[in-house]
C-alpha cells in the first residue's frame, strides 16, 4: 500500500512568509507525528495527533507554528512569520497506534528560509 | 532530561565485517527501543524494534537491549556498501513520544 506522501517536498520562501507543509499519512493510521531534522542531528519532535485533536504539542518551538489534521487523516503544519532558524527538513510519520508504536516516515519537505 | 546516546562515528568496516552500532539511553522507564537506517538526503526507515531484554534477529540484522545496562546495539553481520548510511537509535519514553539519538554514520569498505 501507498506510504507517508509529503508536499511540496522543496519549499524555498522569504523571511517573513506564511507556509504550510502537509502529510498524508498511511491509511488507517491514527497517530501522526511531525518532526523536524537538521543536518547531523537526530529528528527534533514537534507535535503528536491522535486522531484529530494534539495529543502532545509540547515540541513546537514558539507561537508561530500550529498543525491540524481536522478530519483525522491529512495534516497540515503552517508557520507564521519564518525565520531563517526554521530552515530544516520537515518530517512526518504515522503509526497504527499500537502497542510498540513503530512510526513510518514520509519523504520530508525541506523548508529553505531565505 | 531524557536522553539517547550514540557514538556520531563515522564508523568503517570492511566489506564482509559485522558492524556494531550502540545506544544507550537515560529514561529507566522505557519499554520500545527502534533502530531506524537513514541514508544521505533521504527520511529514516525503521529496520528493527525490540522491548524484551536478549536478542532479536532479522535476516542479517540482531538487535540487542540490556535494560539494566539502559544500552541497546544493532549489529549488522556480512556487511555491504548498501549498508552505509547513518543509524538512528530512538527511545520510547512514558508519554509514548520518541526521544532520539544524533545517529552513527556506518561506512562500509569493499
Known amino acids: 500500500g501507498a506510504g507517508v506522501s509529503q508536499t511540496p517536498s522543496n519549499k524555498v520562501t522569504e523571511k517573513g512568509k506564511y507556509v504550510e507543509l502537509r502529510c498524508d499519512p498511511i491509511s488507517g493510521h491514527t497517530a501522526l507525528y511531525w518532526y523536524r531534522q537538521s543536518l547531523g542531528q537526530g529528528p527534533e519532535f514537534l507535535i503528536y495527533f491522535q486522531g484529530t485533536g494534539a495529543a502532545d504539542d509540547s515540541g513546537l518551538p514558539n507561537d508561530r507554528f500550529f498543525a491540524v489534521r481536522p478530519e483525522g487523516s491529512v495534516s497540515t503544519l503552517k508557520i507564521q512569520r519564518t525565520e531563517r532558524g526554521d530552515s530544516a527538513v520537515y518530517l512526518c510519520?504515522?503509526?497504527?497506534?499500537?502497542?510498540?508504536?513503530?512510526?513510518?516516515f514520509g519523504p520530508g519537505t525541506r523548508l529553505t528560509v531565505l | 532530561q531524557k536522553e539517547v546516546e550514540q557514538n556520531s562515528g563515522p564508523l568503517s568496516v570492511p566489506e564482509g565485517a559485522i558492524a556494531s552500532l550502540n545506544c544507550t539511553y537515560s529514561d529507566r522507564g522505557s519499554q520500545s527501543f527502534f533502530w531506524y537506517r537513514q541514508y544521505s538526503g533521504k527520511s529514516p526507515e525503521l529496520i528493527m524494534f525490540?522491548?524484551s531484554n536478549g536478542d532479536k534477529e532479522d535476516g542479517r540484522f540482531t538487535a540487542q537491549l540490556n535494560k539494566a545496562s539502559q544500552y541497546v546495539s544493532l549489529l549488522i553481520r556480512d556487511s555491504q556498501p548498501s549498508d552505509s548510511a547513518t543509524y538512528l537509535c530512538a527511545v520510547e519514553d512514558s508519554n509514548y513520544q520518541l526521544i532520539w539519538g544524533a545517529g552513527t554514520k556506518l561506512i562500509i569498505k569493499p
Open positions: 525490540i522491548y
Open positions: 510519520a504515522s503509526s497504527s497506534g499500537g502497542p510498540y508504536n513503530e512510526q513510518f
